[in-house]
Structure formats: C-alpha cells, structure tokens
C-alpha cells in the first residue's frame, strides 16, 4: 500500500481527494492536516464520510508528514506548498501539489500575478505540469506534479486539438468560463454567502484573474508561439462545474464535423476525455461527479469562427480526480483506479 | 454473470439503477427498456453516461425480457408491474418492484389509496417488504422484492427501534416529510418546472399521500398494532434528498442519549444505517450520492416527545440504491457490492 | 416628513427596511447606521440601491439618532436595542426594535432563553407585542413595538382563529417550520455558505430554538391557558420565504370548508392575510416579495387533526415589512402605504 | 383610464405585465387572454396575484379585444401578433408586441431566422423598434411598438456608447450572454424541469439564437455600418436575470474610466441606465425585480480589447417593465410610473 498524506484536508479539493482516495485500493490514508480542525475526526467536519474515513485531523508538521507519506498531496493556498516540496526533494519521497506554486515555469511570470516571492525556484525542474493527457510520460518520473488550475484544465483540452493542428490565429482567443460556487473553495465570504450567490450570476476578476498566464503559457506551448488570452471568469450558482466557452477565428474552412473527427482522433484512447457527437453540446452536469471533460466544437460559418464548449466538474476533473489520476500515472496503474464512475445524474 | 433487465430505464430511479448496475461486477446490463426512448441510446437521453452504458432503449416486450433476464427491476407508475410479474412467476425468475403494486399486503387497502384494481393478488404471497434492515431473510428467498418507497424507507427506518421497544405512544406519530424533486420524477409538469419551484417551498397531499397506508403496514407490523399516523410531505428546492421529521409522545422518561444507544445497537452492523452521535443532526447532503440512512434522536423534555431526524437520498436508499442492496441480499453477495461509496459533499 | 433612523442597516432586515422607506411617502431616511460599514454609501454595498438611495452608514451614536430622529428602527442581535431604548424613552420618541428585546413580557423567561440580562425591564410596560392584525389599537399609542419574530407570525397568524375559538386541544400543538436561509442573515457562516446550504435540507436548534417561549406566551393569551409547544425549525435552500406547518388535535368535528369559513371571518378586512380556498395551499413563492400571510387549513379526518399551513416572506412580514406596516399604525396611515404591492412570480 | 388589454396573460412575460399594471395609475385591467387558462381567475393561476388582480382570464377574441381596449399588449410566441396588428391599424388603437412580429425591418431576415412567412408587412412602417433610450421620440407616436428581446436590451445598451463613438472594431464583437430560466418561458420541457436544470450551466442555439439577426441590425444603425456578431446564449441556473459578456477590440488606447465617463454622458438623464464606477461589476441580483440594466466597462491593455458587462431582469426590463416603459412614452407620463421601485435583493 502507498502511503499518503493529504495537506488541507478540510478544503473542498482536500476533503474530495479524501473521499476518492478512500476507495482507492492501493492507497492508505495515512495522514490528514488542517490548520482549522485539527484534533477532530475528519466526519466531524464532512457528514458523509461519517463511518467510512476515520482519520483524526492534525496540524501539519512537514518532517513528521514527509517521513510517513510516500505520497504527498497539497491542498493548499499558494505559498505554502514551497517547503514541503523542499522536504519532499530531500527525502526523495513525491508531491502532486493542487495549488499554483509549481505551474508556470516562469518565475517572474509566477511573481507578477501572485504578488508572492518563489522560495523553491530550482525545484522547478523536478516539476512538471499535471496535465495527463498531453505529459503522461513525463509525469511518470517527475518528482513534483503541479496539478492544473481547475479552469486552465477545461481550456487546455478544449483548445489543445486547434492549436497543434494550427487550425486558429492565436491572437483572436477569448475564453468565456463559468465556475460552480465550490471552486471558490469553503473559506467564508459574501461571494460564498447563500443569499448573495443563490440566483445571482457576475464576472469576477475580468481582466486580470491568475489562471490567465497558466493558460497562456500552456497554449504557447501546443501553439508553438507566445499566446495572449482574454480570460473572464464568472461566477455561477451552482456547487460544481466549469463550463469554458472558447471563440477563435478559423485560419482555413472547415465543417463542425470535420472538426468533430479531428478532435475525436487527437484524444482517442483517452479514458476521461468524451469528444461528444455533432450538435450535442456540454453540460455541466453530465460531467458533474466524475473526472470526465466533455468538449464540443461548432463551426460558425457567419463569422469563420470556432466555439468550443468544454465542461468539468472544477472540484474532480479540475482539481482532486486529476490529482488522483496523476497518482495513478505516477505509480504506473491503471489511470481510471479509483475515478471508475459515471457522473451523479440528476 | 446475472443478466438484469431494467424497465422504465429512462426515469429518474430506472436510471440511477442502470448508473448503480453498470459498476455491479456481478451484473451485466441485458436489456433496457422506455415507453419514451425506445430506439435510442441510453446516452443521449442521460449524458453523464455518454462512454459508460452501450445499451440501446427498447419497447418493453414482457415475454422477450423474461426470457432474456435473469433479474427484472421495475421502474414503473403503479399498475404496470403486475403482468411482468405473472411472466416472472411462470419463468421462475425474480422481480424487484421499484413501483407500489407489491408493497401493500392487504389489496382492499391498495385498492382504496391507487383507484385502481390490483390484478396479480395472488402473487402478494410471493413477495416481500423489501426493506433489508427488517426483512433480509425473507427477501433471500423471495420471487417478488417490493422496494419500499421513498418516504416509508426514511420513515420506517427511523422508527423502527422505537415501536420495536414499545418506546412511544402509537396514536401520536407524527410525520413531516420533506422530498427533493426528483422524487418527483422525470415527467414535466409545473410542480417541477424549474422557475415554478426554484426558491420555493410547499407542502402537497395533505392527509391524503398513498405512502400513508405503507408507512402504517409497517409501523403496525413493528408495534405489534394498528397504527394511525398523520403525514405531510413538502416539495423542497433541491434535487436529492430526504429530511423525515417524526414526533411522538414518550411514555417514559428517556434521555437523548439514551435513545441513541438504543438505535445503535438496533442497527449495529447494519452498514447503510447511521445512527449519528447526540447533537448531530442529520443533513440531505450528508447521504445524498449514497446509500445511507442517517438518523438523530432527540427528546425534548419539555414536551415530553421525542424527534426523530432522518435522512436518505431519496433516488438511492430511497430507490435504486436500496433495489441494488435488494439484488445483493438476493444473491448472496456482499450487501454494498456496487454501493461502497460515500455520498458527493458539497 | 417623518425622520426615521435604521439602525443596522446592512443586515437582510435592515437593508429591507431601507428599500421600503425609500418608498415611503411620508418618510425620510434620515440616519443609516452599520458597525461593518460605517463611511460608505449604501449603495457599495447593496448594489440595487444604487441610484435610489443615497445615504452614507453611519456609526451608531446613540443621542444624535435620537435627536434627529422620530421614529427609530433597530434592526439588531438581542440585546442592543435596550440603551436606544432608553434613550427615546427619555427623549420621548418612538422605537421599533426587530429584534427580541421586547418580545417577551416575563424577564425571567427572556434571560433563560437568551442567556443574558436584560436591562431595561421597566421599559417593558411601554412596549407592545407588534402584530397588527391582534394588536393594531394598542400599537397606535405605545412607544416601543416589539416587532414579532418571523416564525412567530407565521405560526400566531396560522392558529389564531383555532385558539381563540377554543377548537383544538392546546397540549397537542407541533409545529413544524421551515424557513429560507436570508432568516439566518448576513453573517458568514459555513450554515449560510452557498455549497453547503445548496441542495441540502437540515434542522436546527431542536427543542431550543428561541423563537419557542415566544410563539408560547402569544398562543396562551390567545387560549387563555398557557401552552407547551413543540417547535422544530428547518434551513430550507432557498432565500427567502417561512412555511410552517402545523399540527393539532381538533375537539370537535369540523369540515375543512367550516374552519376555511372560520378562518376568513377572523381575519376579514385584514389587508395582508389571505386566507386560501379550501384545496388551495400556501406556498412560499406567492408570498415572497409580498408583506401577505397565505394560510389554509386542512381537516384530516383519520386522524381528527388540523393541519394549518402558514406562509410568509421572512423578510418581509416576517420583518421590515411588519415593522413599516407598524409604523403606518402608529403614524394612522392607510396600513399598507409604501407595502401594496404584490409578490415577485416567479 | 387607459383600457389595456394583455394577450397571453399566463406566460411569464404576460404575468410580470399583469403584475406590473394593476399597480399602474393611469391603467384599467380590461381585458387577459389565455389559451390554456380560459374560464379560470388569474389568481388561480397565479397565487401572488390572489385578493390583488380579479380579472377572469378569457378566450382571444381578436374584434372584442380590440374593440374594448385603447392599448394592446402581445405577449405570443411569434407569428401570432399579426392578425391583431392588423385590426388595431383599423381600429386607430396601439399595440405594443412583446414577441419577434415586428422587430426586425427586413422581411427576409425575418423569414430566414424565423422560418415562417410575415403576413404583415406593409405594417412594419407604422412599428418602431422599443427601446425608449434610443427611440423615444418615435415610440411617443408610432401605433406598434415591437418590444425588444430580452438578450437584445442588454446588448444593445452595452455596445450603444462605443458603436455611436466609433471606439471598436465591429468585426470583433463577441456576445457571451447568460440567462436565467424564466426567459425560456412557463411551458414544460427538459430544459426547465428543475432536476435537469438546477446546478447545471449550458449553451444552446450556438451560432444560430434568432436574436442574432435583432441584435446585429441595431447594432448596425448605430455603427453606421453593417455588423456581424458571434453570439452564444447560456441557460444559467436561476430564475431571473440576464448577465451579457461583451468583447471588443479597441480602435484607440483608452482608459477604464475614460470609458465610463463616456458611457456616463451616453446616458446622462435615463432613469433605468446604471453606469456603474470603475470597478464595480453588474450583478443579475442588482437588477432582479427592477427595470434597470446595469452597465460596467474595463479596458483590457494586455490585448486591447474592452469587455463589457451589461445586467438585467429579462422579464422586467428584457419583457414587461420595458413594455411599461413604453407605454409610460407612449402615454407622456413620467418613464418609472409604475416602474419606481428599487430591486428585490437577496
């Protein structure tokens, strides 16, 4: 059995990982951290898992959490997933990180956007981008997976087929995303406050959100060339789901239905990638509760533009069932091990 | 490998019980059919399946499903199961009931609350009250599994330890329940019109809903008399879920605690039945995505009653879940094959 | 004009007031006051009221409302309406306090359920329970109104008629109520965060919530007989919006068309209790946005009970609205000035 | 009084008309259509109008309507408004059409978008497009008044200030609009049964929403030029609002607030325009229960684009409070009479 800890595991993403890794067969829990509720049994804080996790929280202390894990996942704000990765690297143990400290392989790009010092920048090496689908083999053997941004994950694959097949004019992208409530994960404030949230919906961050230069960076990677995004976030009353709303300009006719093929082949084998059939769109919903992303692609031939629709549930496919299924890579199992379920309906 | 058949597919409760099969290892998936969809995929008409579930919709043929199934699950308005059940007589197979034609054991009774004839009452014999907390022996040997509805599971479940240790006063029980609306089904109709009951909540079949009668079979079964009840169900803006709020006169002194050790041990090794510990009251969400029953008891010393909280997913516990806990017991598998899950929080 | 003052303007109850004096053409807003928000516009931090009002939150400084103030509302957590109190007394202004202060006319009673002194008891002579539709000709002259809890108007309203008639038997009353989450207020809370209220159905406060001792000394004024009550409240999810639903044993046989005719007389000419037609029952969506009280009355003649079902928008008649419909008594205007509109549908 | 007439009373839009006018001063109810309701009081329909609308809902009877009432309004699907524009033409009565019929000047437009023949051409002249911020003048006197749609207003009022300044290239604007429910309308389907619809966000009618061709027309007349627009409608899960997200790239380098300031002067003097300061994003809870649109701009300098976000209540200023307004033009009465009333929030 592999031996895991869970760093914030009071969190939404955390308390997700706890319940997915809690069906896992060759995982062990083996350490829960929360800074809020340590001391209390993990189903003191999350009812459903009464009787089925029994862990006690505790405070986290990184030599003690390091020297038991074999596996560390951090569920935490940026910042604080810096040291333990330094302990991790000396104890030559692994890290799947859920927070941004290991995503953009620019430091001054990572202290532009996050007002926040790199303490860990030569780590950064032994860091690879957690996207299975498009670095599975290099993840097998990194040290430290930076698990993707919940909206940067619907976007990549949304757009990855476009821009390696050199189909769009890169300087045209506008990412419309709309995010379920969850993704501003349990810390308390009005955004989060039922009554203000309840049959409201508003954009936040417009211009300026940090998922935008994990974005751009990944694009100009499949594109070849640097890559500028307009990224508008909305909040959405939901719990769970992203749905990203793509527009860019066709560089050459095609038919939704070519394009439909071509995103088909480029994912074909995937396990949690569904290219749905022509004139099907994405739900939230019909992905709600699994590790699936469900894209489809439609052809404007009024405007020679490209809207993509790609939808995930932000709390598994885009934070804690990529995480899992990132272990899974890792320790050279079967990539659905434990992610083997269909989405909750209705 | 059983071969399961599942009528009435496309419904709320028929489809979560395909979503629950298509993971039962014991199971394979022999023939789906809806008055509806016949000829289609399952996946079109439930996206969350899309990749998962091959099975296209049939027309229901009675002899061909009886021949081609082993299992038959009915996810019928009442009514409709009774000839499938005359079919599975003949062909010495078995039947698990989602719908209310077997539940009721005296037919006048049924007659009464459904208007409507009971055609197949000389089958009543062979079935059973499917409720496996109370009547797992019978339930191994019988032909015809009648799965309890929803409200009666959370009601029954909850009281059970009450009238079995002659605990309350029968002629004050009273039940307020309240339902998700997907206990409402898939059918279209202004109580589930999503403007018509978004924030909004209403009580409906005031002294007159048919799970009335089933609720006082059972509870009379357990008090060894007669029992009145009055029951009032709500339609609550959720989708899953089910709070039963149940009040009776004590007639001894009893302290909360108390009556949670009494519970625990009345359920001790039942593993869908939690008894929550004192001052922690059950939630929708904390069981919703799974099989779980929570239950809280409270006395109130002023009043000299006692409330009783409990909780189920009203589409697993309430339904399918329990249907597929049914087939285990049947089988004689592991009573959680196929629903070792907890539920989906937040 | 009239000067009014609201103190605590930017909880849900505050902030309701503001909107409907606004409206009020007899009423100048003038002096907002907000411990969190002291130096802002109104508008910054209640979006719909920009353009419309343009008052700047004040700190509270007691002698300066008062002093510029005519009639004072305190929209306030127990115990802070006592020294403004005090202070109109002394000043001989006029105060209606939302809070819980001057609900409940023994001490004793208050301090044991609020757990707190309470300081101005002799102020309690002045004050008056402020429920127009039984109190209108004492409100008119008293200095102090005590506007009523949401849930007790919602539960006073639905039996007065019942007690006053002497119809049930009083040691049989259970009420069972289910209140939208703005009930719970502005404050941050993870029972007020949006992914866990969403979807999710809980009870709270089981035999100890302090609306009780209220609900109980109105119904024994109106029985002539004090009364025990059973009262268990539910967060519903939704925003806005009480439905109680309430049970008790009838003395006599009586029709649900008598007792509707019962009801109607009782409350004939009342501007603001619509007392539904036989078959027809309340639900919280025809009330909300409205100052209404929706009742209906079923007889349920199994079980020779009474099942009264009570609506109302818990922010509204439940509070701000009661409280303008207050003033318009105390001021003599026509009592639904600034209050006659319909709800909000859907 | 003006004797009003609403034709399709029971849909959403013609309810919030009902609503909407009973408060109205100057108005006589006179006459509610219904093809589904007829026979039956408005009230039983719907519950928030019982004690406040009497009207009994009857039958269309073109001649009688017309004949009886001084103001017509439409609210029909499509196709359906032409026969009564033709009988108020003869009769010098007004009508004011709050579906498609007379929205859009070019018949084959119409035809190809709508796909049914326009059977009342020659009356297009005698209609003006309703949106008083624009058209005031020419509403004061024209006998149709074709109500705009709901995504429309929002769109239009966006993008009014900088097509009229010439500030952004046309063949850049991308539409990304989200609504709630309710703009589907009170007719049953998948897409608004609540299970279905609650906690799940979707596109629909991607690149091809008949509010395309509405939208690019008067976008047109204000850019001088003709436009093309990608636009892509989301169903978002909430009752009311609309929320569209505008993108656009700039002619010029700009400031946020040098474009607010222009916006500002745009709409300098209209009632139910908010421009918003610099920073300060609409939100649809803003605006619900009122007939505001609330407008933000920002620039954004990484790629010279401005995005737009423009709010409102689809059934209050996208419906029935615009239609109101109109008739407040029509009428010369002051614009809010009816109308002067903050949002609901929360």
């Given at each position: 059995?592999i031996?895991?800890g869970?760093v ?6 955390g ?5 997915l890794?809690s069906?896992?067969p060759?995982?062990?829990?083996t350490m ?8 209390k049994?993990?189903?003191?804080v999350f ?7 029994d862990n006690t ?6 030599p003690?959490l390091?020297?038991?894990?074999d ?14 990765a ?5 104890k030559?143990k ?6 941004a ?10 202290q532009a ?5 790199h303490?860990?920048?030569?780590l ?7 996207l ?10 990194s040290?430290?997976?930076a ?8 976007v990549i694959?949304g ?17 419309d ?8 994960g349990?810390?308390l404030?009005?955004k989060?406050?039922?009554?203000e ?7 936040y ?17 499949l ?13 959405t ?10 527009y ?6 095609v038919?939704t239905?070519?394009l439909?093929a ?11 990638v569904?290219?749905l ?12 509760g699994?590790?699936?992303c469900?894209?489809s ?12 629709l ?23 199992l079967p ?9 909750i309906?209705?």
């Amino acid at each position: 059995m592999i031996k895991v800890g869970v760093v914030g595991a009071t969190g939404y993403a955390g308390a997700e990982l706890v319940r997915l890794l809690s069906r896992h067969p060759k995982v062990e829990l083996t350490m829960l951290t929360s800074q809020t509720y340590a001391g209390k049994p993990m189903w003191e804080v999350f009812p459903h898992l009464y009787g089925i996790v029994d862990n006690t929280l505790e405070e986290l202390n990184i030599p003690k959490l390091v020297a038991n894990c074999d596996v560390i996942f951090t569920a935490l704000p940026h910042g604080h997933a810096m040291p333990i990765a330094q302990e991790v690297m000396k104890k030559s143990k692994r890290l799947i990180d859920l927070g941004a400290d290991f995503r953009l392989k620019d430091v001054n790009i990572y202290q532009a956007w996050y007002k926040t010092e790199h303490t860990a920048q030569l780590l950064l090496n032994n860091a690879v981008y957690g996207l299975p689908e498009l670095y599975r083999e290099i993840i097998k053997q990194s040290v430290i997976v930076a698990n993707p941004g919940c909206y940067p994950t619907s976007v990549i694959l949304g757009l990855a087929p476009l821009l390696t097949n050199e189909m769009v004019d890169t300087k045209t992208l506008i990412i419309d995303a709309k995010s379920g409530v969850s993704g501003a994960g349990r810390g308390l404030s009005l955004k989060t406050h039922f009554s203000e949230t309840t049959n409201n919906f508003q954009a936040y961050g417009v211009a300026t959100h940090r998922h935008t230069p994990e974005i751009e960076q990944e694009l100009a990677l499949l594109a070849g060339n640097p890559v500028t995004v307009s990224f508008t976030p909305h909040l959405t009353p939901m719990i769970r789901g992203i749905l990203s709303t793509i527009y860019a300009s066709l560089i050459n006719n095609v038919t939704t239905e070519e394009l439909t093929a071509i995103y088909r082949q480029f994912y074909q084998g995937e396990r949690f990638v569904r290219v749905l059939p022509a004139g099907m769109y994405p739900t939230t919903k019909g992905v709600a509760g699994s590790n699936h992303c469900d894209i489809s692609v439609t052809v404007d031939v009024r405007t020679k533009r490209v809207i993509v629709l790609s939808a995930i549930d932000n709390l598994i496919k885009g934070a804690a069932g990529q995480a899992v299924q990132n272990l899974n890579v890792m320790l050279g199992l079967p990539e659905d091990t434990a992610l083997d379920f269909a989405g909750i309906y209705p």
